[in-house]
């Protein structure tokens, strides 16, 4: 009788061990390793003979799959995925629980099932749940569901309806019973999402997978489940706010630079065709809030950024960022204290980018920098838009796109613009330039500390 052999399977990234290990020789995570049975060996190792092999097809030669995409009829859904839906393609959705994850694929199915045979299959709620979201959202009577977490079953199940498109909600619930470990481990999502490709690839089913996102932010822990999928899209924002952001993360059709923003209402996820006019909401101008432009895609998008400077008790004063990259502000105080001569030493600085939304482009440290100093001097700029990268030695660089940003921020009434040197104005904006950090705080906030 041949015994089954078993290996530890490191639940964060992976990496399989004989022998079980407190901290993973891997990724070092603690206490992650996980007993599981090892598949078969199958021939590997054998001798390579080199007669079983197969003659390449010069590429001109294969038969060509026109991909004629699914798109969902929700604009800004099918912008973040280049257009639509591919068929046969496996699609990741993560994001954060509550987010509306569920909401966004509920919605996208009722538009296709005008058009296309689709299916939901439901491991984590019960049909009569899925049905009061439907019902809330509207027209979703025609979308067929299944609860079912067994993987073989839902396997079963989309070769037999053979639908266009299949969403599985969550893609940690599914469970494989040959496997022994628990559903939602490596080894299940890993082992789920491998036989659902092969299921995509063979019958052209395109599926979506929703994924719930670890504390650390990465899709269900492994990895590798990345690897796999063809499109990886995240869906942020801030929770108590009802402002949501969808991104490509990977997307083997299309950019991965578009955004598709949404507002979250009651009846389901709103289109926010001008995510820009979202901030008009808020009060601009004040001390440490100053209105920053970012280029997503093809979109330019106003944000205002808000910082508060207050004096620290502790020996390490907080450094808190929402939306910013820790690291980046880490720079653009160092950049302050050292070149604008800003004494944030011993402040608590605090940054946030209003309304959830994630910036990634340098273009904002300007921006950042200023609300900064304006929350540390308690004087505000007046209502601005500010855009420009800062270098270590406390220069500003121009970045691309200046008239775009210029003219998003004109239509939306903000006139006052502070740019790098050699950024070109445009007609109706009084726009001021400066060469360094300190310049910049210099023309925007006159009085000295
Ligand atoms: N009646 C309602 N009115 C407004 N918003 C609602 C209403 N019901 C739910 N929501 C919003 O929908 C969100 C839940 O959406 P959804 O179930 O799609 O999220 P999810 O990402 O699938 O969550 P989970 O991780 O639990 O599966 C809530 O957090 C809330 O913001
Ligand atoms: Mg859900």
Known sequence: MLATKTQFVCQECGAAQPKWHGRCPSCSAWGSMVEEAQRPAGRRGAAVAGNGGRRPQPLAEVEAVRHDRLPSGIEEFDRVLGG???PGSLVLIGGDPGIGKSTLTTMALARLATRQSVLLVCGEESPAQVRMRAERIGGAGRIGVVAETDLEVVCQTLVQEQPAVAVIDSIQTLWAND????????AQVREAAGRLLRVAKEHGITVVLVGHVTK???????????????????FEGDRTGDLRVL????????????????????????????????????????????????????????????????????????RLATGVDRNRLA????????????????????????????????????????????????????????????GLTGRLRAVPQAERRLR??????????????????????????????????AVTLPAGP
């Open 216 to 234: 650390d932010g990465t899709v269900a822990g492994p990895r590798v489940l990345e690897h796999l999928v063809d499109v990886v899209l995240l």
């Open 408 to 441: 998003e921020a004109q239509r939306l009434g903000l006139t006052h613009a502070l740019a790098p040197g050699g950024t070109l104005g445009v007609a109706g904006t009084s726009l001021r330039t400066a060469q360094t950090v300190a310049e910049a705080i």
């Open 179 to 186: 496997l022994s470990s628990a559903p939602g481990s490596v």
């Open 331 to 390: 720079m653009i105080l160092a950049v302050l204290q050292r070149h604008a001569e800003l004494p944030l030493g011993s402040a608590d600085v605090f940054v946030n980018v209003a309304g959830g939304v994630d910036v990634h482009e340098p273009a904002a440290d300007l921006a950042i920098a200023l609300a900064i100093a304006s929350a540390q001097r308690g004087l505000p700029t007046g209502p601005l838009v500010a855009f420009g990268e800062i």
């Open 84 to 86: 639509g839906l591919v």
């Open 247 to 318: 991104r490509a993360a990977k997307n083997r059709f299309g950019s991965t630079a578009e955004i598709g923003v949404f507002e979250m209402t009651a009846t389901g996820l709103a289109a926010v065709g001008d995510p820009s006019a979202l901030l008009g909401r808020g009060d601009l101008g004040g001390p440490g809030s100053v209105v920053a432009c970012a280029v997503e895609g093809t979109r330019p998008l106003l944000l205002e950024v808000q910082a508060l400077v207050a004096p620290s008790e502790l020996p390490m004063p907080r």
